[in-house]
């Protein structure tokens, strides 16, 4: 890919405009989950090690275009500067004076915080003048928030253009990651993608079956693929009115010589709870007044098989409903699998999306996946085959 990296600059005696994303939760004033804030240390300690002066621009909430006070990033200037072990300065402002001064007294060794960008109206608008006033601070712009890079805003995109500039470690990690799994993976490629609907993941689907070897499906998306092929799924989640779509997914998949793997068996119970009672049938069984809550053991072991052979998979879904009891066993045996081909050095292994890293999480084995998005919008898209403003401008 065309994108500079830190490797390609020098950064010695400048000022480093850094795009982060440390959108972190915060309950009772302080930050519940600092990992966004972990991510970006290996870009600022590079930054820092190298002579930069790391001025970081980052967004906090959604303030849409107003001054929100508990939306100000002031209120995590401690925690970020806890986390990255520096002295960290903030100004009031990402633009004008109050900007202008704390660049100019920023020392060595020191890290500036800016104000939320999205308190300006021009971020989001992605104004000409606003992105120019951002430039105007800096010598070099680095971007390593993949998470916002699917936005053309002022701080992701229009400052780009203005600046010599790169991917941080984490931009840098992100783009490789994706780019192994889907624009230059090793053979055979298993997407596994499951979810609720599988109206929000069409662009999804039709990009995948296009560019990997075995599509599996699973959550409420594969009712309606089973729906689609006459099987009664009873009173699950299904979307009935895209059985034409799955259709013609499934023809698409057939010409591009992908594989949809659908369930050949399920778990099945009368109430969503965790604990209901439940009882493993084949897929074509399953009672009228009954719902689909996982995949059954013969599936898993379908799937697992796949994996055996596989080169590369990327995950976005579960395979069912995970967070209750015991309809994640599906969910984590395939997991068990990825993580044992994946520490085996068999599989190239790339997850991403809100329920997917929740799923790995409460499985244990975050830490044996190649790579592990935090990105939501921005890796979805990716996977959709759209270009990203954030990324694009980088080139």
Request: glycine content about 10%; overall charge negative; hydrophobic content about 45%.
């Amino acid at each position: 890919m065309a994108w500079k990296t830190l490797d390609d600059m020098e950064l010695s005696g400048k000022v480093v405009l850094t795009r982060v994303d440390i959108n972190v939760p915060v309950a009772d004033g302080k930050v519940t989950d600092p990992t966004r804030i972990e991510r970006i240390k290996p870009t600022i300690d590079d930054i820092l090690a190298k002579g930069g002066k790391p001025v970081l621009l980052a967004h906090f909430g959604r303030p849409k275009g107003q001054v929100v006070p508990e939306m100000s990033l002031g209120l995590i200037k401690d925690t970020v500067a806890e986390v990255l072990g520096v002295p960290v300065k903030f100004a009031t402002d990402c633009i004008g004076s109050p900007a202008k001064e704390a660049v100019a007294a920023l020392q060595p060794g020191e890290v500036l915080l800016l104000e939320n960008t999205r308190f300006h109206k021009g971020e989001t608008d992605n104004d000409g003048q606003f992105a120019a006033s951002l430039a105007a601070l800096g010598d070099v712009y680095v971007n390593d928030a993949f998470s916002a890079a699917h936005r053309a805003h002022g701080s992701t995109e229009g400052v780009a253009k203005l600046l010599p500039s790169c991917a941080g470690r984490l931009m840098q990690a992100e783009l490789s990651a994706l780019e192994a799994a889907l624009s230059t993976p090793t053979r055979p490629v298993v997407a596994v993608v499951g979810g609720a609907k599988v109206s929000t993941k069409l662009d999804l689907l039709g990009n995948l079956v296009r560019k990997v070897d075995y599509l599996v499906i699973g959550g409420g998306m594969a009712n309606t693929f089973l729906a689609a092929e006459g099987v009664d799924v009873g009173k699950s989640l299904c979307e009935h009115d895209l059985a034409d779509t799955a259709r013609e997914i499934i023809k698409k998949a057939d010409e591009a010589g992908c594989e949809i793997v659908l369930p050949v068996d399920v778990v099945v119970a009368r109430e969503f709870k965790a604990n209901a009672a439940n009882e493993v049938l084949p897929v074509t069984e399953c009672p009228e007044d009954a719902m689909i809550f996982d995949a059954g053991p013969k599936s898993v072991a379908r799937i697992n098989e796949i994996l055996d052979d596989a080169k590369t998979v990327i995950m976005n879904g579960p395979l069912g409903v995970f967070e209750l009891e015991p309809f994640g066993a599906g969910t984590f045996a395939m997991l068990e699998k990825i993580a044992e081909q994946t520490n085996a050095g068999a599989l190239v292994s790339v997850a991403g999306g809100g329920d997917t890293v929740s799923a790995i999480n409460a499985s244990g084995h975050a830490k044996d996946f190649t790579y592990i998005s935090t990105a939501g919008g921005a890796f979805l898209e990716w996977m959709e085959g759209k270009e990203l403003p954030g990324v694009v401008a980088l080139g």
